[in-house]
């Protein structure tokens, strides 16, 4: 018999309240955490909802018709978000990536972008602004969303073969749109674009090939995603992860690759471009890339904190409990006190999962562990 599947939504739990303000804040972008590394990138999920339901990420038999999601008036307002966006780029972020659950089945997301495209980093720059998305509803809006500010998408794709993609949408949701949706984003100028495809052992590794060649030489890089173990509720089992070595030696029996150095700091994939005849990285033809969470971690330079839709900070995708921003923001805290309060919470941090993940005990590599849901913290 299989084991019952427990959903534990760590974030329907009172997440702690943020530690007490640093007394004096430090220098603009000095901000580092105990294992010194900087804020630069905030992700914010907008949504709980989804109009898929991947198995490895919101399995129908948890997120079914008597699941209840939060009522509005938990989310933070476009307001609220645009405020801590303000405060998390004083202390250093350059980066925002909006997701979900889906981020564009939230209403009116164009007036967020709007929002957010407002705010500016330390150095009077306009953010980063992107967004990882099923590709569902692009086609509709790839032209309003860049209208608003946006500047690039990531769009999840996990074959080319319906039948394979349906499996594991598990809506039925047809590839065709998906591609439909990855044009209208290019021809609205939404790029570079990125193509996320997570590979699961025994369900779709013989879609590898075919997305890789699809993408090739059209300027959309494809990334490989290792399944993950994250939430608490997708049945994650190491036998399931495909590891990216194994990945990158199926790429390059058919397509020469050569490594390319990493663009940014805390980058999460790692980069090969295709080679052209004299061996080279041939721009045109473009590039993967491997993110490989499971068996390479990159926790020593990373720089990401993620807004849950309801207002928690977490200082890591794996981590068990949130801190509360929402109840400073809705508790009339000041813009110093905020600031200080999230300061603190990253100069605590020492989170480091996917180094640790080999030497835990196997239940809590599992999900056993209490941990937040994708779908609340996003990608
Ligand atoms: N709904 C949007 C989407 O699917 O692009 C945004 C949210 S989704 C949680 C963000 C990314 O996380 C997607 O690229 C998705 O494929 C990936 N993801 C979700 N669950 C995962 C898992 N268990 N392992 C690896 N990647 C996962
Ligand atoms: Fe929805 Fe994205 Fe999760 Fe799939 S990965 S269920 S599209 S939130
Ligand atoms: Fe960052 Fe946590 Fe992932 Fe490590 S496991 S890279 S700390 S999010």
Same mark, same amino acid.
């Given at each position: 018999?299989?084991? *019952? /599947?427990i *959903?534990i939504?760590?974030?329907?739990?009172?997440?702690?309240a943020?530690?007490a303000?640093l007394?004096?804040?430090p220098a =603009?972008g000095?901000l580092?955490?105990?294992?010194?590394r900087p804020l630069?990138?905030l992700?914010i999920?907008i949504?709980?909802?989804c109009?898929?339901?991947?198995t490895y990420c919101?399995?129908?038999e948890?997120?079914?018709?008597s699941?209840?999601?939060? *009522?509005?008036?938990?989310l933070?307002?476009?307001?609220?978000?645009?405020?801590?966006?303000r405060?998390f780029?004083?202390?250093?972020?350059?980066?925002l990536?909006?997701t979900?659950?889906e981020?564009l089945?939230?209403?009116n997301v164009e007036?967020?972008i709007?929002?957010?495209a407002?705010?500016?980093?330390?150095e009077?720059?306009?953010l980063?602004?992107?967004?990882?998305?099923n590709?569902a509803?692009?086609?509709?809006?790839a032209k309003?969303l860049?209208?608003?500010?946006?500047s690039r998408v990531?769009?999840?794709? $996990?074959g080319l073969d319906?039948?394979v993609?349906?499996?594991?949408?598990d /809506?039925g949701? *047809?590839?065709?749109?998906?591609?439909a949706?990855?044009?209208?984003?290019?021809a609205?100028g939404?790029?570079p674009?990125?193509?996320n495809m997570?590979?699961?052992?025994g369900?779709n590794?013989?879609?590898?090939l075919?997305?890789?060649?699809h993408?090739?030489?059209t300027?959309i890089?494809?990334?490989f995603?290792?399944?993950?173990?994250v939430?608490a509720t997708?049945?994650?089992?190491m036998?399931?992860?495909?590891?990216?070595?194994?990945v990158?030696?199926?790429l390059?029996?058919e397509?020469?690759l050569?490594p390319?150095?990493?663009t940014?700091?805390?980058e999460?994939?790692?980069?090969?471009?295709?080679?052209?005849?004299d061996?080279?990285?041939?721009?045109?033809?473009?590039?993967?890339?491997?993110i490989?969470?499971?068996?390479r =971690?990159?926790?020593? $330079?990373?720089n990401?904190?993620?807004?849950?839709?309801?207002? #928690?900070?977490?200082l890591?995708?794996?981590a068990g409990q949130?801190?509360?921003l929402? =109840?400073?923001?809705?508790?009339?805290?000041?813009?110093? #006190?905020?600031?200080?309060?999230?300061?603190a919470?990253w100069?605590g941090r020492?989170?480091?999962?996917?180094e640790?993940r =080999?030497s835990?005990p196997?239940? $809590? #590599?599992?999900?056993?562990a209490?941990? /937040?849901?994708?779908s609340?913290i996003?990608g």
């Amino acid at each position: 018999m299989g084991e *019952p /599947v427990i *959903p534990i939504v760590n974030s329907r739990h009172k997440g702690l309240a943020a530690p007490a303000p640093l007394e004096s804040l430090p220098a =603009a972008g000095s901000l580092r955490d105990l294992r010194g590394r900087p804020l630069r990138d905030l992700r914010i999920s907008i949504t709980d909802r989804c109009n898929f339901r991947c198995t490895y990420c919101m399995p129908k038999e948890v997120f079914g018709s008597s699941y209840q999601y939060l *009522p509005h008036a938990e989310l933070l307002s476009f307001e609220e978000i645009t405020r801590l966006a303000r405060l998390f780029a004083a202390l250093g972020v350059h980066k925002l990536r909006l997701t979900g659950g889906e981020p564009l089945l939230r209403k009116n997301v164009e007036q967020l972008i709007e929002q957010l495209a407002g705010v500016r980093t330390l150095e009077g720059e306009p953010l980063d602004i992107t967004l990882t998305t099923n590709g569902a509803l692009l086609a509709r809006k790839a032209k309003a969303l860049k209208a608003a500010g946006l500047s690039r998408v990531t769009v999840s794709l $996990d074959g080319l073969d319906d039948e394979v993609f349906q499996r594991m949408n598990d /809506v039925g949701f *047809p590839v065709g749109e998906v591609l439909a949706g990855i044009e209208a984003a290019r021809a609205a100028g939404l790029a570079p674009i990125k193509v996320n495809m997570v590979v699961k052992r025994g369900t779709n590794e013989h879609e590898i090939l075919p997305m890789a060649r699809h993408f090739r030489g059209t300027g959309i890089a494809l990334r490989f995603i290792e399944f993950m173990d994250v939430g608490a509720t997708n049945r994650w089992r190491m036998e399931q992860v495909l590891p990216s070595s194994e990945v990158l030696k199926l790429l390059q029996a058919e397509f020469p690759l050569v490594p390319l150095a990493h663009t940014a700091a805390g980058e999460t994939a790692e980069r090969w471009g295709y080679a052209g005849a004299d061996g080279a990285h041939d721009p045109q033809l473009g590039e993967i890339g491997l993110i490989s969470s499971v068996t390479r =971690a990159f926790c020593g $330079d990373c720089n990401r904190a993620r807004l849950s839709t309801e207002g #928690q900070v977490y200082l890591c995708l794996f981590a068990g409990q949130g801190y509360d921003l929402r =109840a400073l923001l809705r508790g009339g805290a000041s813009d110093e #006190q905020i600031t200080g309060a999230i300061a603190a919470i990253w100069a605590g941090r020492s989170d480091r999962y996917s180094e640790l993940r =080999a030497s835990l005990p196997p239940d $809590d #590599q599992a999900g056993g562990a209490r941990r /937040v849901e994708m779908s609340f913290i996003g990608g």
